[in-house]
């Protein structure tokens, strides 16, 4: 075998100036000869001499020994990880100790023992072979070599003991405390937040060590939460050098050079209307009656013409996936230059863009389409509370002060009630979700916590963004480009049998029979509209969905009932539009698609990548929020409030306070003295004596007993119950009961607490 056999020699010809055998290839030669081979046997075997080649080939070894593609045994052969029987798999910790393994290929969790757990942390990426079955019956796995260690940072709370210190990991699901010796300390003293940097990672024999790299300060401290979020997530916050000298010579002026060659659209009446916070604004619109119907125009901010890629600002943009919106803070993908700056469409100066541009049937039918690079201008900053009163209240002084574009605006408005109609007709879901907004008051304490009401502006914007999004899938689709489609499939099996005996018993039904399609779910959503336990349909329809992810390969998108769905709207805030951008531009330039600088393999690791970052921003804000959300009701202790029950397992009762949006457990120690059966089914506890029931999205009056800063765990009561004096209440740590116990009992059963639910919050999306 030669590299010159090697299938995948063009691509490795366009992508290094050095090229040697992909990595398919290698798998293959090894996967044929059918035996580990060593570092020389395997060039010799590939009959790479050269000093270049060799090193090049050491370097993709390695790599793949990183990614878990290979693995080296005792006598430095290289072997397929399949080959030997092995998963390759990222930990996933719990917070009584033991963990799970899940595959990168997918396929069922292997259980890790807490005695496995010992040697690794919450993130890391092992190999790991199946050593037999627990005693429950799952597939228990023994760890044979770390591939990757993922904390390199933890932040913590340090405290001493026996003049010992150690830090206690804020993240819950990393049970090791960190070893910190004295000389390590850098200053810092029992009861401070502090960042650690391991210095000799967890093994079987010996807990993790570390130093002290950064002091954030007090436990109480405002604005801590962002702090420790950012550090707990490892979120990057600081401009790599090369980053800021590539961004050194822009200037806040588009150059005029950057303007040729563009459509010039800058005399139309363009718009933005976003969220009176708002600093990045990444879209504008523009529509207008024709013969045909109407013309929309969704002019985006042209994100690729400034970020290339392979430069140091892609890197860094591609590393942080996306922007993370605290509470009043936000962690951009971009430098202000750009965010802030050249890529947002601020009114009254000329920005770069990338136009879809459609004509839509007076039924809203999109007819046509095509996209455009152009220069633009918008005419006006809108809010979504100045669109709304302009287009649904007819305010006089709004609509005078905004005279010039009222008429567009109305036009838009009349597309958007035709967009919405088809919106219905295909069976998109709505949902109704409540987003909620923090309030700060002085030294950043929380006044209030604030429902968002989504008015039409917002839907109306939700919209003419889906429009463009749909329209940018079926292009890339069409031209056969390498790409990211925003997934979201169906109903898994499990969780579709569940929600159907669920509804059996409330008398309903989900048409559509193993396969429903989006259509049944909405026409059921329509069906339960007016009934007293809605909110019970709703929270169990929506948690039988998977979630959406990006991936290369297009399975549609069930919630909005899409075949062909990408995200092109918000390059300046996430790094998936940046590169279905960059794949229209190729189009647009005339080159041929096979000459794109991504293909397939390139785009399955970009989204994978992007949907982790995504789900780091999901969890970073969320920890925040949470932390928030403790500290508001530390001095609520002892007060009642009435609440909902938003979710109901083996070990309690997870209730959010009406009109405050805060959630904390009732532990099922802390109801009434009686047998609690969990029914999964019914999502219920029911009381084996009394017949007492507890279910989701029942109403309940509780009782705070204890808030928990450390552990972001706020413990209610039910107020019928005795208010808890001294050591009533309930105790920190608790594990939920197996799937097998079937019950617990409030008078025998040691008083246990279980981890918070966390609510979500993220910024209003445009389009999902």
Known sequence: MTKHTDPHWEREQEKYQRPIPSREFIMQMLAERGEPLTYDEIAAELKLESEDELEALRRRLKAMLRDGQLLRNRKDGFALVDKMDMVVGRVEGHRDGFGFLTPDEGGGDLFLSAKEMRAVMHGDRVVARVSGLDRRGRKEGQIVEVLERRNHSIVGRLHTEGGAAFVVPNNRRITQDIVVPSENLGGAVTGQIVVVELTSPPSQYRQPVGKVVELLGDHMAPGMEIDVAIRDHELPLEWPDAVEQEIATLTPQVPEDAKQGREDIRTLPLVTIDGEDARDFDDAVYCEKDGRGWRLLVAIADVSHYVKPGTALDEEAKERGNSVYFPERVIPMLPEILSNGLCSINPDVDRLCMVCEMFITPAGVVKDYRFFEGVMRSHARLTYTKAAAILVDQDAALRTQYAAVVPHLEDLYRLYQALRVQRDKRGAIDFDTTETRIVFGADRKIERIIPVIRNDAHKLIEECMIAANVCAGKYLEEKELPTLFRVHEGPGDEKLLNLRAFLSELGLSLGGGEKPEPKHYAKLLTQIQGRPDLHLIQTVMLRSLKQAVYAPDNLGHFGLSIEAYVHFTSPIRRYPDLLVHRAIR??????????????????????????????????????????????????????????????????????????????????????????????????????????????????????????????????????????????????????????????????EAPKKTAKKKRSRRKRTPKAS
């Not at 330039?589 to 397939?600: E, I, L, N, V």
């Not at 928030?628 to 007060?639: P, Q, R």
């Not at 007492?692 to 928990?708: E, F, K, M």
Request: hydrophobic share 35%; proline share 4%.
């Open 586 to 747: 190729h189009q647009l330039s005339g080159k041929p698609a096979q000459k794109f600088r991504y293909d397939h393999n390139d785009m399955v690791a970009l989204g994978e990548n992007c949907s982790a970052t995504e789900r780091r921003a999901d969890e970073a804000t969320r920890d925040a929020v949470d932390w928030l959300k403790c500290e508001y009701m530390t001095d609520k202790v002892g007060e009642t409030f009435d609440g909902l029950i938003t979710g109901v397992t083996g070990f309690g009762i997870f209730v959010e306070l009406k009109d405050i949006y805060v959630e904390g457990l009732v532990h099922v120690t802390a109801l009434s003295n009686d047998y609690y059966r969990f029914d999964p089914a019914k999502h219920r506890l029911l009381g084996e004596r009394t017949n007492t029931i507890y279910r989701l999205a029942d109403n309940v009056r509780v009782r705070v007993v204890r808030v928990s800063l450390d552990d972001r765990k706020i413990d209610f009561e039910l107020a019928d119950s005795e208010p808890p004096t001294g050591k009533q209440t309930a105790r920190r740590t608790a594990k939920p009961l197996p799937k097998d116990a079937g019950k617990a009992a409030t008078k």
